[in-house]
């Protein structure tokens, strides 16, 4: 039974905590670095308050920094020269859960500018506008990096049918299909497993389903019975992760040993 890639996502606010981060999902296991690049456009800033109580909270919220505060060539040189393993360059809009503060137009150059860099890979949101994804589709295949063609839905998770169907109108337009969903319990997550265990056999297909919520990280577990291609892990261990869906990636690999799981079981 193949096993799927594993790809971590780093998402410092800064290049050295990227870097940092970076060597430390290769050392637990990474194979992939997905770089967040659009986290470097805010700050995480302390936040005090004074509670209903009298008691002065401490806590965090994301700040926006200006566009032209990145150096964007020498910023991806950076992280490229830093991190071992192969990249998968995401520059998130709001709009799919991410924090890129500028206009779609700037964030588009931004990717134009990783593709041209020669990164390993490049996440393409299937929502671009036709037209312009199609130019990146086409400067990605003519420098050899290869494309998740991804879509975020934070709303709510579909059927397996509508999910199954969704694939297949995809497919064309990356290498990898990525899919998230809103997993709002375990009935969500098994839409999902269902989803990916029907599309299991279609031996052309490069697939990540995933959720985000409670459910969700069962696709991520069970990612090898379902034929999955690429499998999104975390380096954080907080208690709450099933909550969101997600699950550490040394975590990951000991599940994954744990359930039989490995390149020399039977399927």
């Known amino acids: 039974m193949p096993l799927p890639l594993i790809c971590v996502t780093i998402n410092g ?4 905590d990227m870097v940092a981060q970076a060597e430390k999902a290769t050392g637990e296991g990474a194979d992939i670095i997905e770089v967040r690049f659009d986290e470097l456009y805010v700050e995480r800033v302390e936040v005090k308050a004074e509670n209903t109580d009298g008691e002065v909270e401490t806590s965090h919220e994301l700040v ?8 964007v060539p020498e910023a991806i040189e950076r992280l490229k020269a830093g991190i071992e393993k192969p990249v998968l360059f995401t520059c998130r809009p709001r709009r799919q859960g991410g924090n890129f503060p ?11 500018q990783a593709v041209a860099s020669g990164v390993s890979w ?3 949101e299937l929502d671009i506008e036709e037209q312009e994804r199609a130019a990146l589709f086409e400067q990605a295949a003519e420098a050899g990096t290869k494309v998740v063609a991804s879509h975020h839905d934070m709303e709510s998770t579909p059927k397996s049918a509508d999910i199954q169907s969704f694939v297949a109108e995809s497919r064309q337009y990356g290498d990898t299909v990525k899919l998230c969903y809103r997993s709002n319990g375990h009935g969500d997550g098994l839409s999902l497993c269902e989803a990916a265990w029907e599309l299991r056999d279609d031996a052309d297909l490069s697939l990540a389903l995933m959720g985000q919520g409670v459910g969700g990280d069962m696709p991520r577990i069970h990612a090898p019975m379902f034929s ?3 499998v999104y892990a975390t380096l954080e261990t907080d208690f709450n992760l099933p909550d969101r869906g997600m699950i550490n990636v040394r975590d990951l690999r000991i599940a994954w040993e744990m359930l039989g799981y490995s390149e020399d079981s039977e399927e």
Request: charged content about 35%.
């Open 13 to 16: 606010h800064s290049l050295a």
């Open 64 to 71: 926006p920094r200006g566009i032209d505060v990145i150096d």
């Open 122 to 124: 490049v996440d393409l």
């Open 228 to 230: 999955q291609s690429l």
């Open 102 to 112: 500028g206009t779609e137009e700037e964030r588009i150059e931004v990717i134009r």
